[in-house]
């Protein structure tokens, strides 16, 4: 049911819209009041005007989302898994009554600040600093690659205090915190991405979500969240990038006036493409299962983001060279779900760090 209303929702709220935002490097942001009425966003979590329809339905939502563009996706994973997400984990009962209700509805819209512009693989080593003062906390230091930072009313922003990384919840207007908008991007370009400075940020001490004082740890379970809706939404590129090529190859006359598709070549590239779409598919099933199980480990998460976006991108590449010319034309999805899935493969997570995650694990040797 969920998968078949946000099929229905992208079909009429964003395919007519999304490669024009996309073009024009601007985020739909006419569909935020769409998307929270039908009540995507915090999924499956429970209370707060949440729907807790659980971790597969969350999935099937973002596999959905990102069929229309990584950039929708995106925005979903940020709002639900990243900024939701530690709210309700790790925050305080007032802070989840003042910003769940009005994130679930978009009527508030959040960001999550970690990567920093020197520290992105390694957060450990981020530089952004909290003391105690006062008025509550002061906060030094900057962050990069932020989506939703310039629009967001609220930022889960994880900073140094007394040696130990917390999470506190700056808000929009504070004094001493401002967000830029990056541009001049060749990807996830109808997606809005911040740096965020913070200059003498002072925020009271109830901004600092109780729950989030056990350094990297909270920081590293929003993530592991957010990648399971990755690895969901990577298949939804991937989905749609192929219905495009078995399409176009139906209809497009080569050769003694038959279609591109009765060739063995094209019939073995769209067979491939099937087949690794329904293999991530049952791969990404049994870890989002065992994830509501509560038995999931990260590296699971680490091979299916992974093996997804990989996937993903091999088929859009597949599919661009099915259409020939036509590949790179604005009227086929096909080059935008390409561009976005080059971001997707680096965001939470570059394709190499998770290969390594994974190698640790099997040997017991960190190789980084």
Same mark, same amino acid.
């Given at each position: 049911l969920m998968m078949n209303s946000t099929k229905d929702f992208v079909n009429k709220e964003v395919l007519p819209i999304i490669d024009q935002a996309y073009m024009d490097a601007r985020f739909p942001n006419e569909i935020l009041a769409p998307l929270g009425k039908m009540g995507f966003l915090g999924a499956p979590l429970e209370g707060y005007g949440c729907p807790g329809v659980g971790y597969v339905a969350y999935g099937l939502i973002n596999m959905m989302l990102e069929a229309g563009d990584s950039a929708l996706r995106s925005f979903n994973s940020v709002q639900t898994s990243l @900024?939701? /997400? %530690?709210?309700?984990? /790790?925050? !305080?009962? *007032?802070q989840k009554q003042k910003w769940l209700p009005e994130l679930a509805t978009a009527r508030k819209i959040g960001c999550f600040g970690l990567t920093e512009p020197d520290h992105? !693989?390694?957060p450990a080593e981020m530089e952004t600093k909290a003391v105690k003062v006062d008025a509550g906390y002061k906060i030094n230091g900057a962050k990069m690659w932020i989506t939703n930072? !310039? =629009?967001?009313? @609220?930022? =889960? @922003?994880? +900073?140094?205090y007394e040696g130990n990384v917390c999470g506190f919840l700056v808000e929009k207007g504070t004094k001493g915190f401002s967000a830029k908008t990056m541009t001049n991007k060749h990807s996830l370009r109808a997606s809005i991405t911040s740096e965020l400075i913070f200059e003498d940020c002072i925020v009271p001490e109830d901004a600092l979500m109780p729950g989030a004082q056990v350094g990297l740890r909270a920081a590293f379970q929003c993530l592991n969240s957010a990648r399971l809706g990755i690895a969901w939404g990577a298949i939804g590129a991937a989905m749609a990038c192929y219905q495009t090529a078995v399409d176009y190859s139906l209809s497009r006359v080569q050769f003694h006036g038959k279609p591109i598709a009765s060739h063995q070549l094209i019939q073995k590239d769209l067979v491939d493409m099937l087949t690794e779409i329904s293999k991530a598919q049952f791969l990404t099933l049994q870890i989002t299962r065992l994830k509501e199980q509560g038995k999931v480990k990260p590296e699971h998460i680490s091979m299916v983001k992974r093996n997804n976006v990989k996937m *993903?991108?091999? =088929?859009?590449?597949k599919s661009r060279d099915i259409l020939g010319a036509n590949g =790179? !034309? +604005?009227?086929? %999805? @096909?080059?935008?779900?390409?561009?976005n899935l080059e971001s997707v493969i680096t965001y939470e997570g570059t394709d190499n760090v998770h290969t390594l995650t994974i190698g640790k694990y099997i040997t017991g040797i960190s190789a980084f």
């Amino acid at each position: 049911l969920m998968m078949n209303s946000t099929k229905d929702f992208v079909n009429k709220e964003v395919l007519p819209i999304i490669d024009q935002a996309y073009m024009d490097a601007r985020f739909p942001n006419e569909i935020l009041a769409p998307l929270g009425k039908m009540g995507f966003l915090g999924a499956p979590l429970e209370g707060y005007g949440c729907p807790g329809v659980g971790y597969v339905a969350y999935g099937l939502i973002n596999m959905m989302l990102e069929a229309g563009d990584s950039a929708l996706r995106s925005f979903n994973s940020v709002q639900t898994s990243l @900024v939701m /997400f %530690p709210i309700y984990h /790790f925050g !305080s009962e *007032a802070q989840k009554q003042k910003w769940l209700p009005e994130l679930a509805t978009a009527r508030k819209i959040g960001c999550f600040g970690l990567t920093e512009p020197d520290h992105g !693989s390694n957060p450990a080593e981020m530089e952004t600093k909290a003391v105690k003062v006062d008025a509550g906390y002061k906060i030094n230091g900057a962050k990069m690659w932020i989506t939703n930072g !310039s =629009i967001a009313d @609220v930022a =889960i @922003v994880w +900073a140094k205090y007394e040696g130990n990384v917390c999470g506190f919840l700056v808000e929009k207007g504070t004094k001493g915190f401002s967000a830029k908008t990056m541009t001049n991007k060749h990807s996830l370009r109808a997606s809005i991405t911040s740096e965020l400075i913070f200059e003498d940020c002072i925020v009271p001490e109830d901004a600092l979500m109780p729950g989030a004082q056990v350094g990297l740890r909270a920081a590293f379970q929003c993530l592991n969240s957010a990648r399971l809706g990755i690895a969901w939404g990577a298949i939804g590129a991937a989905m749609a990038c192929y219905q495009t090529a078995v399409d176009y190859s139906l209809s497009r006359v080569q050769f003694h006036g038959k279609p591109i598709a009765s060739h063995q070549l094209i019939q073995k590239d769209l067979v491939d493409m099937l087949t690794e779409i329904s293999k991530a598919q049952f791969l990404t099933l049994q870890i989002t299962r065992l994830k509501e199980q509560g038995k999931v480990k990260p590296e699971h998460i680490s091979m299916v983001k992974r093996n997804n976006v990989k996937m *993903a991108l091999e =088929i859009a590449r597949k599919s661009r060279d099915i259409l020939g010319a036509n590949g =790179i !034309s +604005a009227e086929y %999805p @096909v080059m935008r779900h390409m561009c976005n899935l080059e971001s997707v493969i680096t965001y939470e997570g570059t394709d190499n760090v998770h290969t390594l995650t994974i190698g640790k694990y099997i040997t017991g040797i960190s190789a980084f």
